[in-house]
């Protein structure tokens, strides 16, 4: 497993030993899609490295409809912040697809995680990478009209726009499921987003954005 770890811009710069030392307390796993990672408010204990497939991380409103925080894909990092900060996990991640993941015990390596500079770097450039994925969602939520979000949902995830079905979008979007289906039917008429075929003009779709 060492050789994934390498992927990971948390340890990609540690040596060999250090690493050896971490993969004692990894280990891979599957989930189908639809299963839970974790919940929000459970103990934060673990980091999870994204081997393969996608997972939404959320949290549910008032409401009961889901506001979604963020997509991970393929070699993404899930939870380093709380997890460093020791917080419980502030969301629930759930797996969009089947995924595989590396599930990394933290607590047992913490201290050697701390002494190392190399990994503090990057967790602080993680938080910071956070703040503008949340910078981009309040965007979304609160300047931009529905067409914006819709447009502006696409650019940012198109991978997962083909993978959730159109209810599942419109509720992330916070808007009817006839309204996204409205939105969506002159850009699929000028072939800008094809359904079929699962791509998107990005380039086109862009200059719609403002």
Same mark, same amino acid.
């Given at each position: 497993?060492?050789?994934?770890?390498?992927?990971?811009?948390?340890?990609? *710069? &540690?040596?060999?030993?250090?690493?050896?030392?971490?993969?004692?307390?990894?280990?891979?796993?599957?989930?189908?899609?639809? *299963?839970?990672? %974790?919940?929000?408010?459970?103990?934060?204990?673990?980091?999870?490295?994204?081997?393969?497939?996608?997972?939404?991380?959320?949290?549910?409103?008032?409401?009961? *409809?889901?506001?979604? +925080?963020?997509?991970?894909?393929?070699?993404? !990092?899930?939870?380093?912040?709380?997890? %460093?900060?020791?917080? =419980?996990?502030?969301?629930?991640?759930?797996?969009?697809?089947?995924?595989?993941?590396?599930?990394?015990?933290?607590?047992?390596?913490? *201290?050697?995680?701390? #002494?190392?500079?190399?990994?503090?770097?990057?967790?602080?450039?993680?938080?910071?990478?956070?703040?503008?994925?949340?910078?981009?969602?309040?965007?979304?939520?609160?300047? +931009?009209?529905?067409?914006?979000?819709?447009?502006?949902?696409?650019?940012? =995830?198109?991978?997962?726009?083909?993978?959730?079905?159109?209810?599942?979008?419109?509720?992330?979007?916070?808007?009817?499921?006839?309204?996204?289906?409205?939105?969506?039917?002159?850009?699929?008429?000028?072939?800008? !987003?094809?359904?079929?075929?699962?791509?998107? =003009? &990005? #380039?086109?779709?862009?200059?719609?954005?403002?």
């Amino acid at each position: 497993m060492i050789s994934m770890l390498k992927k990971m811009f948390l340890f990609e *710069n &540690l040596s060999d030993d250090i690493l050896k030392i971490i993969d004692k307390d990894c280990e891979v796993i599957s989930l189908k899609k639809d *299963n839970i990672v %974790f919940y929000e408010g459970d103990e934060s204990r673990y980091l999870y490295f994204l081997i393969e497939g996608n997972i939404k991380l959320y949290k549910i409103l008032a409401n009961n *409809n889901e506001l979604i +925080l963020k997509y991970f894909k393929q070699n993404e !990092i899930i939870a380093e912040v709380a997890v %460093f900060d020791e917080f =419980n996990y502030p969301a629930t991640a759930e797996a969009i697809t089947d995924i595989k993941l590396l599930k990394i015990d933290f607590k047992n390596l913490k *201290n050697l995680f701390l #002494k190392n500079p190399d990994i503090l770097l990057s967790v602080n450039s993680s938080l910071i990478k956070k703040v503008r994925n949340l910078e981009t969602l309040l965007l979304r939520y609160l300047v +931009l009209d529905a067409k914006g979000r819709v447009i502006d949902f696409i650019l940012q =995830n198109t991978q997962e726009f083909f993978l959730l079905k159109q209810h599942e979008v419109a509720t992330t979007l916070n808007i009817s499921p006839e309204t996204l289906s409205r939105i969506l039917k002159p850009f699929k008429a000028d072939g800008i !987003i094809d359904m079929k075929n699962k791509n998107v =003009n &990005l #380039k086109r779709l862009e200059l719609y954005k403002n």
